[in-house]
């Protein structure tokens, strides 16, 4: 039998997911968006780094299992900065705090260097409805 090959693992997720980011934040620093825009923006990266953070564990877990202790460490240490902003982002958006956001934003502009933003989307402005998403994800958590 001939081995089967996934090519859609975490790592080609987290670039995906980091374009994705890339792609909304020049979204967000464009003159023209407007304050609705830029919280639904700022939700949805935040909700898109929740989904990296939950591809760094399924990562993490088979070397876990392996006893590999240090290569999990280190990668845990590498992208440590998306628990950092996650938590940031959260305070932030349950207080309402718009115009606070800067540190975390600049921490992603940094980390999405590399990551080039998409030039074409399937869907148009896909950060559209996060603020509500948000809102009844945090109703159903109590």
Same mark, same amino acid.
């Given at each position: 039998?001939?081995?089967?090959?996934?090519?859609?693992?975490?790592?080609?997720?987290?670039?995906?997911? %980091?374009?994705?980011?890339?792609?909304? %934040?020049e979204?967000?620093?464009? #003159?023209?968006?407007?304050?609705?825009?830029k919280?639904?923006?700022? @939700?949805?990266?935040? =909700?898109? /780094?929740? !989904?990296?953070? #939950?591809?760094?564990? #399924?990562?993490?877990?088979? *070397? !876990?299992?392996?006893?590999? *202790?240090?290569?999990?460490?280190?990668?845990?240490? !590498?992208?440590?900065?998306?628990? /950092? @902003?996650?938590?940031?982002?959260?305070?932030?958006?349950?207080? $309402?705090?718009?115009?606070? =956001?800067?540190?975390? %934003?600049?921490?992603?502009?940094?980390?999405?260097?590399?990551?080039?933003?998409? $030039?074409?989307?399937?869907v148009?402005?896909? *950060?559209?409805?996060?603020?509500?998403?948000?809102?009844?994800?945090?109703? !159903?958590?109590?």
């Open positions: 039998m001939s081995q089967v090959i996934n090519r859609n693992n975490y790592s080609s997720q987290r670039s995906s997911y %980091l374009r994705f980011i890339s792609t909304a %934040l979204q967000y620093d464009n #003159k023209k968006t407007t304050i609705e825009e919280r639904d923006i700022t @939700v949805f990266i935040l =909700l898109t /780094l929740l !989904e990296i953070q #939950k591809s760094i564990q #399924k990562t993490i877990q088979p *070397w !876990e299992k392996r006893g590999y *202790w240090v290569k999990a460490d280190q990668f845990r240490a !590498e992208w440590q900065w998306v628990d /950092l @902003v996650c938590n940031g982002l959260q305070k932030k958006i349950r207080r $309402q705090e718009w115009s606070t =956001l800067n540190s975390e %934003l600049n921490v992603l502009r940094k980390a999405c260097l590399d990551f080039p933003p998409y $030039q074409r989307l399937q148009k402005d896909p *950060w559209k409805g996060s603020w509500q998403k948000w809102q009844k994800i945090q109703k !159903e958590a109590g």
